[in-house]
């Protein structure tokens, strides 16, 4: 059984053009709880992909920031 937890808005660098759209911050949102890292275009590493897409973030790819 999947198990879901809300996500938790993360302290992120400010915000770059195009990178961070406060429109689509979600802390009320549901997020599945796998550890599959992705680097957001603010070099911010997120648990998954639905924790960043609920923070605003646009633009990521899997894998730890450096």
Do not use: H, L, M, Q
């Given at each position: 059984m999947p198990v879901?937890?809300?996500?938790e808005?993360?302290?992120?660098?400010p915000n770059?053009?195009?990178c961070i759209?406060?429109?689509l911050i979600d802390?009320?949102?549901?997020c599945y709880?796998?550890?599959?890292?992705?680097c957001g275009c603010n070099q911010v590493t997120y648990p998954n992909d639905c924790i960043a897409e609920n923070n605003g973030v646009l633009?990521?790819?899997?894998?730890s920031c450096n």
């Open positions: 879901f937890f809300y996500c808005p993360i302290n992120e660098s770059d053009a195009g759209d406060e429109n802390s009320s949102a549901i709880e796998i550890y599959d890292p992705v633009i990521f790819e899997k894998g």
